[in-house]
């Protein structure tokens, strides 16, 4: 489980020490740094046996694995310049590393959403799309969150109609953010933006919020809203997936994780819950949901909201299939 992995390695990071730890953090994502030191942090006493697992774990693992180029993008271009010149080569090697010249947009990873959205507050409702799609996807809807009404409607549409990002549209945040974009002249287009990525973040919005959003892009263009909706995946539409599928997601979630997210889901959801799980763990959650008393709203749908990701990401993987919300199933 997910949970596993993160406690192996805090229980790892925290034996090396802190020089080598840090040389670790170094290579992390802002994402994976915050799991991780939050992980550690909740760490106490560990067992001698655990450690002795953990560290028995990590030497088998890289004993199985060997380091064949040290600089892959270079390995890349030199390879394909040699097999096909330096124009087709050039063509394709800026859509096999695609997005490898956008270091200076790192930064804003590990800014926390209200401080971007201050960043950003005076912008272009453009050039806001242009920089919110290169972040992940609940960053985004956390710096959506701290816009005026106004302001969020107005980036959503335009993210949803964003075909591709042109170096012209970042030009004018380049003094704001400290060159967001690496390259100048050479940054190239990406295919970032769309329907798809606008129906990630709404997901990630909240309830009050997501209709707002929806409801000004309707008044724009009721055909772009719809295809919005369409590709967005609720809670009450793990309905929609199979038992296989839905005992898959089971194993990546903690049970308080379920307990919590079932508080505000329809009988029919919580039945195809239940009926996917071993008697002794359904007979437990039954139990933890007639014992748990009333919770907050925000409560119930953060926790949703985690299992949604946790959908969204075996999705990705290729472990499961969703729907959108046609006739046609497709991954989304």
């Keep these: 489980m997910e949970d596993d992995g993160l406690n192996d390695a805090a229980i790892f990071l925290m034996s090396l020490g802190e020089e080598e730890a840090a040389e670790v953090f170094k290579h992390l994502s802002p994402k994976e740094v915050q799991k991780l030191g939050e992980t550690i942090a909740r760490t106490r006493a560990v067992s001698n046996e655990r450690v002795s697992q953990v560290m028995a774990r990590f030497t088998e693992t890289a004993a199985s694995q060997r380091l064949l180029v040290s600089d892959t993008d270079n390995y890349v271009r030199s390879v394909l310049k040699r097999a096909l010149g330096d124009d087709?080569?050039?063509?394709?090697?800026d859509r096999i590393l695609q997005g490898g010249d956008v270091s200076g947009i790192e930064s804003l990873k590990w800014m926390d959403p209200l401080s971007?959205?201050?960043?950003?507050?005076?912008?272009?409702?453009q050039i806001v799309a242009a920089i919110l799609v290169h972040l992940e996807f609940d960053q985004?809807?956390?710096?959506?969150k701290n816009f005026s009404e106004r302001t969020r409607n107005e980036v959503m549409l335009r993210i949803a109609t964003l075909e591709g990002i042109q170096p012209t549209a970042l030009k004018d945040l380049n003094e704001v953010l400290y060159k967001v974009l690496a390259g100048g002249d050479k940054i190239r287009k990406t295919s970032m933006g769309g329907v798809k990525t606008s129906a990630e973040i709404i997901?990630?919005?909240g309830t009050q919020l997501e209709t707002s959003v929806l409801d000004s892009i309707r008044e724009h263009d009721p055909d772009l809203a719809q295809k919005i909706m369409d590709k967005m995946f609720t809670f009450e539409d793990l309905l929609k997936l199979d038992g296989k599928s839905m005992q898959l997601i089971l194993k990546e979630v903690s049970s308080d994780m379920l307990v919590v997210s079932l508080k505000g889901a329809s009988t029919e959801l919580r039945n195809l819950?239940?009926?996917?799980m071993s008697s002794r763990a359904a007979e437990a959650?039954?139990?933890?949901?007639?014992s748990r008393g009333p919770m907050r709203l925000s409560e119930v749908e953060a926790q949703q909201k985690e299992i949604l990701k946790v959908v969204r990401r075996l999705a990705d993987e290729g472990q499961i299939v969703i729907g959108g919300g046609g006739e046609d199933e497709s991954l989304v």
């Design 88 to 93: 087709k080569a050039s063509l394709l090697i």
């Design 116 to 125: 971007i959205a201050e960043l950003l507050r005076n912008e272009h409702p």
């Design 140 to 144: 985004t809807a956390g710096v959506l």
């Design 203 to 205: 997901n990630l919005l």
């Design 273 to 276: 819950v239940l009926s996917n």
């Design 285 to 290: 959650l039954r139990e933890d949901l007639e």
